[in-house]
């Protein structure tokens, strides 16, 4: 398939638009479907995804505007991939939205946008680039000049998104995980599985197993279940290697069981306890477990960075990873990827995104990092009075101005340990505070350019400008809870790759209505403070 670029529609005089009546047409202009089709419409970068396509003379693409378009739109109306191609053919709303009103029949088809998502992700695979995300980066940064959005100030925020997978006790994951490496070798070598294995493929075992033989012991059960799976691993020899029915089997059974004495048993917390990457369920192996906030999650997390501005907001860019993924890593790896900027960015974030690291790498990237709380032990208020040099090596002088007798840096702890004249400290205003260790001839204390920084960040947080700024980085925690509400988090496709396309379709989704709002006159329903 050749890839053909789509010059959007012009009305021709068979249009269907030209049929409807005067008062149909004004209808039409406005709905959403006109600043769809006007504004986002012609926005969207087909080239881009020229390289999905063969550059052989052959059949042209369908239009990638209009799947683009048609994904937006898609997730607006909770619509399937089916839903979406027989609305497309019967709703003039959608064929004006995409500039399809005067084609004689309408581009989609069934496999049209599985087939798209198939290409992207693939590329992505074979490339590590991801067009979808860029494409959604520039879609919302040009929302976001259409509202008057100068992205100088930002706010970020992550949420936990749960995989569409059971929860699985460790017999259920064991089970599960011979039972799919069985039912695949039942396919073509069925006559010489073990007698003992071939229940495994029947449909109605799990039930049997799992629930209907709890009068057995629970250890002769999981006995049995170790036993079964030595016996499919002998069976199995290397004929299996390259199935991911074996390899999940295989990484189920190193991180569940150890063998001891040639005999199998289940790990326990003496033989290390598993961490947060171990296989949760089969169905999606790459979800992470993690506690949050006192609650178990199994799945990913996505990081939304959003930019503010006095006629609302526009959510500009996504991060989307395992769940182990912390926020800290989210901003660090955002920064490093971003461009320095000619104005300075204020990004607003809290407590979880602070650290040293972030907080010189903003600097690099011309990035003011606020965070509206910290985590970690709080730092003498004092400590913020003490001056450094530019390398945080060595202390300058103290609160009252004095300069050390000595200053000595301990790299491995990044500290310096300070000594002033005894008869300075010793009378000192600020004693009761600095607390120093007094010697005979001299006074102590030790202290380090990362407490300096924190206390001074302390001591921000309680000027009316801070507050301002927290009072904006709240607005952000309202976007997770739109966006897992309004566009159905829950019927996310398993896997991240999967799971960060279609999370990217939600966020164009919400764009775009913040978008629509804005031009109906709704944009000023949420003034933000301290907007530069």
Known sequence: MAFKENVYQQLSIADSFSGLTSREQKALEKSWAKIFADELFPAIDENRFAVLYSDQASRP???????????????????????????????????????????EEQPLSDKTLSRFRKRCYDYETL??????????????????????????????DSM????????????????????????LISKTDSENIPEQLKHYADPNDFNQVIYHQRS?????????????????????????????????????????????????????????????????????????????????????????????????????????EQNI?????????????????EETVTVVADGAYSGIENTALANEKNVKLITTSLTGREAPDIIADFEFNEEGTKVVRCPAGHEPKSCSYMAPSNQCQVSFPRELCAGCPYQDQCHPKIFKKVAKIVT??????????????????????????????????????????????????????????????????KLFNYRKGLGHYAPNPVIA
């Open 448 to 513: 380090s350019k990362a407490a300096h920084d924190r206390a001074a960040i302390q001591r921000s947080m309680h000027s009316e400008e801070f507050k301002n700024y927290a009072r904006l980085r709240n607005g952000v925690e309202t976007v997770p809870s739109i966006i897992r509400n309004n566009y159905h988090l829950d019927k996310m496709p398993r896997g991240k790759q999967k799971g960060k396309f279609f999370f990217g379709c939600k966020i164009m989704a919400l764009n775009f209505k």
């Open 325 to 341: 993924h912390s926020d800290s890593q989210f901003l660090k790896e955002h920064l490093e990827q971003m461009d320095a900027p």
């Open 160 to 183: 936990m998104i749960e995989s569409n997978i059971r929860k699985l006790s460790r017999m259920e994951l064991l089970y599960t995980c011979i039972s799919k490496l069985v039912i």
């Open 127 to 156: 490339h590590n680039e991801d067009l979808y995300h860029d494409c959604v980066k520039d879609l919302s940064a040009i929302i976001a000049k259409i509202m008057g959005i100068n992205g100088r100030v930002r706010r970020m």
């Open 216 to 320: 057995t012991d629970t250890d002769d059960r999981m006995q049995t279940l170790l036993n079964d799976a030595d016996a499919l691993l002998s069976f199995c020899g290397s004929c299996y290697e390259d199935a991911t029915e074996y390899e999940l089997f295989i990484r189920c059974l190193s991180e569940q069981t150890v063998v001891e004495n040639e005999k199998r048993r289940l790990r326990t917390k003496e033989d290390g306890t598993m961490n947060s990457t171990a296989l949760q369920n089969p169905s999606d192996p790459e979800a992470t477990f993690r506690t949050k906030a006192g609650k178990n999650h199994r799945g990913y997390a996505a990081n939304l960075e959003e930019s503010v501005g006095k006629n609302g907001s526009v959510v500009t860019d996504y991060a989307y």
């Open 61 to 103: 693409n369908t239009p990638v505007n209009v799947i683009i378009g048609a994904l937006i739109i898609k997730e607006m109306f909770d619509y399937s991939d089916d839903e979406m191609v027989e609305n497309l053919m019967l709703d003039l709303h959608l064929q004006y939205a995409l500039h399809t009103t005067s084609f």
